[in-house]
């Protein structure tokens, strides 16, 4: 079965940078669409960036410009760069896996805090 584990959270000053790992495991990493959510305290969880088995890649609009998502297939990751962080971007970050229709697969979680 697919499992996803998170790493890089952390804590940063407003203007920093981050970046983001999941490791994938327990089935063929590139036929899987990945990306991250974020569920800030008291908000309802939203997606922050996917790439897709063919490496499309999409973003929220508040995130456009400063996060880059990327995956490296041989290695089964992957990564969120997060630069300019500004502190609304504090949340529990989650990396997810898709395939087609199947049910998501969701990591654990990691926190980044950004402090003003």
């Known amino acids: 079965q697919v499992k996803l584990v998170e790493s890089g959270g952390g804590l940063v000053q407003s203007g920093g940078s981050l970046r983001l790992s999941c490791v994938f495991s327990g089935s063929i990493f590139s036929f899987y669409t990945m990306g991250w959510y974020r569920q800030a305290p008291g908000k309802q969880r939203e997606l922050v960036a996917s790439i897709s088995s063919g490496g499309v890649t999409s973003y929220v609009d508040s995130v456009k410009g400063r996060f880059t998502v990327s995956r490296d297939n041989a290695q089964n990751t992957v990564y969120l760069q997060m630069n300019s962080l500004k502190p609304e971007d504090t949340a529990v970050y989650y990396c997810?896996?898709?395939?087609?229709?199947?049910?998501?697969?969701w990591g654990q979680g990691t926190q980044v805090t950004v402090s003003s």
């Open positions: 997810y896996a898709q395939r087609a229709a199947r049910q998501r697969v």
